[in-house]
């Protein structure tokens, strides 16, 4: 679910256009009569009175899990949502999600104090998790562990905390990881996955995405979910 429509290309983003609330809704409404969702994944909103709307809709015909992706900038730079945006998601959709899924600098906006390492990653993700959400995955974290660099992000929920780590890859700017992430750990939720389940199997889908990366222009590459093949609950792409 995306409220905005982005002017961007490979080599960043340069403006959007917030959707009116009463045109999001409608939009919501349509879809949801046609066939209920099995889960819903948040995107690009833009407007604190556009999530409000989104809200008041969600309570009105959705229980179902929620994904808030809380995209505030461009990986390239070009804000995604207003100051006053931020605040009503967090006042919201927050307290609804199944899961939040920020990276470092999102839930340092969000929580109000820098992120600079995993305690504080961890720190941030329960910040998130008292604001009302079921769990929160905080992304894009940097380990050293036994002389090597890796990634990591940190899973909090109600049955404790987990840090999930994988090979860094050096020099690697890819466009769309986070989007790739979020949407796939949403596709497993509406599956039937519990929380951690999906989050692994989406966490795989996203490496394969940014290892076979494509790129389509002159600026930064793209993740590329192709790549992925078909991966299961197992965390194995097939052919991999």
Request: hydrophobic content about 45%; overall charge negative.
């Amino acid at each position: 679910m995306a409220a905005s429509l982005t002017v961007q290309s490979t080599r960043g983003v340069t403006g959007r256009h917030d959707l009116p609330p009463d045109i999001v809704r409608a939009q919501l409404e349509e879809l949801i009569s046609d066939r209920r969702p099995d889960a819903i994944k948040t995107g690009v909103l833009g407007r604190a009175d556009t999530i409000r709307e989104i809200a008041r809709l969600l309570d009105e015909h959705y229980s179902g899990p929620l994904v808030v992706d809380p995209v505030i900038a461009g990986g390239e730079g070009g804000s995604l949502i207003d100051p006053g945006g931020l605040e009503a998601l967090v006042g919201s959709l927050v307290p609804r999600a199944a899961l939040v899924t920020p990276n470092t600098r999102e839930v340092a906006a969000i929580s109000g104090f820098e992120v600079f390492d995993v305690s504080d990653m961890e720190a941030a993700a329960l910040y998130v998790v008292r604001l009302g959400a079921r769990a929160a995955l905080v992304t894009g974290g940097v380990i050293e562990e036994k002389g090597r660099r890796l990634s990591a992000d940190v899973l909090v929920d109600g049955k404790g905390v987990e840090v999930f780590t994988g090979p860094w890859l050096e020099d690697a700017s890819v466009h769309g990881t986070g989007c790739v992430l979020s949407a796939a750990i949403t596709a497993y939720l509406a599956l039937g996955m519990e929380t951690r389940e999906a989050v692994v199997s989406g966490r795989e889908v996203v490496r394969a995405a940014m290892d076979g990366a494509v790129s389509p222009g002159s600026g930064v590459p793209c993740a590329n979910p192709r790549a992925a093949g078909d991966i299961g609950a197992g965390g194995e792409a097939a052919g991999h």
